[in-house]
């Protein structure tokens, strides 16, 4: 074949391709031009979880009627007229590729207008205007999207499932309206509120709005200035963890963006006080001048890069280690409200489950420094089944046991997920479950909302019992005896994987007993009396693979006579 210049058509379907990946990419276009077009209210509907149908509506500056076609015209644009614009980006959008994109692979229809009781109305199907014309309306626009992906079937048949794309769409509205607290979101499905802010420019209620006043309970502030660069917002207590970074949301000049700097600044604010698998929650603003940020370095304008990374790093970890610092005490209260239930506190530390459950106790946010903490003698030999001996406990996270030359260092939490675990897989039933003598109740957001709503029979068989109440609350009533009194966060992890996999799975069941596993098991900072060390490992070496965690983590490691002589080189 020879060289020879793409028809306009192709052209648009493989640029379409870059910007538009799914239903969440449509609305995200189309919220940020409602944001550049200074509206003060955003509301978004979608069906199908956003494949049958996209409606947009905000109250923004609107459109002229012949700017409408030219709108969906590739690179035209309002945000930028020259070269030096793109060193001084102040809007989210700029590169004039959204609108010809969706329209390109979509039927579009969009309202707007610029002065009230005027307006135009543009249809478009493929990228082919089907009809321009006047149509009086309420000054903004209103953009429908709908069949998305009807004229690239491959492209429709690598979409996920209706619920998966809603929850696409959820957690990007969810980050947008977190990002503009000052203006009013509403998200709704299938004709369902899902959520909506209130628009008073407070992050709190915005976070509260969007993802449930228990969420916010468990943040703390952050808020630092140093010359021209500003950082506020909010970080989850330690005790408050995620599997992953989804909850870690970054907005950098009000641009919602995703940073590898920005990641392992929170890691370096975080060392020492989460175990490995574990992420924060984050909401967090930086304020930078816009020539020393480039916003233009991915297609769809996710990532960013400073022009001092050093100095951004530096305070991101300092700012959020100082927050995190100063909210150490007292442990059972938040920023936020004037205290945490009992069953709250309770959540915060955990002692072996089979023994002593009036024993439980509060973590420390950061590492102990009392000798005492360091390192715990049994005040009595405790010789477990197998001959081996209960020496003691260091740093209140490992159990020293010596197994005639060796010396194990045992890891408590990895030891108790692997006991807890192979016990779930074996026995747990609905009717193994812990009845709550006090049912919790807690809101959630909106997007794990509807998925414990359509997976109300398969959560029953994990052992949750729940009622929905309404607006995104639910009051749980029991749940599996291995998490009783980590009730909500047991329950928020489940949900998490039952966002990220399918109930039809196979290794979903899997996933849920490693959950459950992780949150009921004791955690690294918990003071354990040999009574309970005994108990704890005694379970520990009767299960059959006692040298994993149920994520494959060792659970503990060897130190050998041979070693001990070698080192101290007596041999």
Request: charged letters at 25%.
């Amino acid at each position: 074949m020879r060289i020879h210049v793409l028809p306009d058509s192709l052209v648009n379907l493989i640029a379409a391709g870059e910007v538009i990946e799914r239903p969440a990419s449509v609305v995200k276009e189309l919220v940020e031009n409602a944001v550049d077009a200074s509206a003060t209210r955003i509301e978004i509907s979608v069906k199908g979880g956003g494949i049958d149908e996209i409606v947009v509506r905000d109250n923004g500056h609107g459109m002229e009627q012949e700017e409408l076609a030219l709108a969906f015209t590739r690179h035209a644009t309002s945000k930028i007229a020259s070269k030096p614009d793109l060193y001084n980006i102040r809007t989210l959008g700029f590169r004039g590729e959204a609108l010809p994109s969706i329209a390109a692979v979509a039927k579009v229809e969009v309202l707007t207008a610029s002065r009230e009781g005027e307006g135009s109305r543009i249809s478009i199907a493929g990228g082919q205007v089907v009809d321009v014309s006047p149509w009086p309306c309420p000054v903004g626009t209103q953009v429908k999207v709908s069949d998305l992906f009807f004229n690239t079937p491959a492209r429709r048949k690598f979409l996920k499932s209706k619920v998966t794309e809603a929850n696409h769409v959820y957690e990007t509205v969810t980050r947008l309206a977190l990002s503009r607290p000052e203006i009013s979101f509403s998200l709704a499905h299938e004709k369902r509120q899902v959520f909506k802010t209130p628009g008073n420019n407070r992050l709190e209620d915005t976070v509260a709005a969007v993802l449930g006043i228990d969420y916010l309970e468990k943040m703390v502030k952050v808020e630092k200035l140093e010359g021209d660069i500003g950082l506020w917002g909010l970080v989850s207590r330690p005790d408050f963890t995620r599997s992953n970074r989804r909850d870690q949301i970054l907005i950098v000049n009000q641009r919602v963006v995703r940073s590898p700097l920005l990641f392992r600044a929170l890691d370096e604010a975080y060392r020492g006080l989460l175990l490995g698998k574990e992420f924060p929650a984050a909401v967090l603003f930086i304020q930078v001048p816009p020539n020393a940020v480039d916003v233009n370095v991915h297609p769809q304008k996710a990532e960013v890069k400073f022009a001092d990374e050093k100095g951004i790093f530096d305070l991101v970890r300092q700012a959020v280690r100082l927050a995190l610092t100063r909210h150490d005490l007292p442990r059972g209260e938040s920023c936020f409200g004037s205290g945490l239930s009992e069953s709250k506190v309770a959540e915060l530390g955990s002692r072996y489950a089979a023994l002593s459950t009036n024993l439980v106790q509060m973590e420390h946010l950061l590492p102990p420094t009392d000798e005492s903490d360091v390192f715990s003698f049994a005040d009595k030999t405790q010789v477990l089944p197998s001959g081996y001996t209960v020496l003691g406990q260091w740093l209140r996270t490992y159990v020293i046991v010596s197994a005639g030359e060796e010396l194990w260092l045992v890891d408590q939490h990895a030891a108790h997920e692997r006991v807890l675990y192979d016990r779930m897989r074996k026995d747990q039933t609905p009717e193994n479950t812990q009845p709550l003598v006090i049912p919790v109740s807690l809101s959630l957001p909106a997007s794990k909302m509807e998925v414990l709503e359509n997976n109300l029979e398969t959560l029953r068989g994990y052992g949750f019992n729940l009622d929905v109440l309404g607006y995104n609350s639910v009051v749980i009533r029991s749940v599996p005896s291995s998490v009783s009194g980590r009730e909500a966060e047991a329950l928020d992890r489940v949900l998490e994987v039952l966002v990220e996999g399918r109930t039809e799975d196979g290794s979903l069941g899997e996933k849920v007993w490693t959950a459950l596993a992780c949150k009921g098991a004791i955690k690294a900072g918990t003071c354990l009396a040999p009574e309970e060390m005994s108990r704890l490992l005694t379970d520990w070496l009767s299960c059959d693979d006692y040298h994993h965690c149920p994520h494959g983590r060792p659970t503990f490691t060897v130190l050998t006579v041979k070693e001990v002589e070698k080192k101290l080189k007596r041999v």
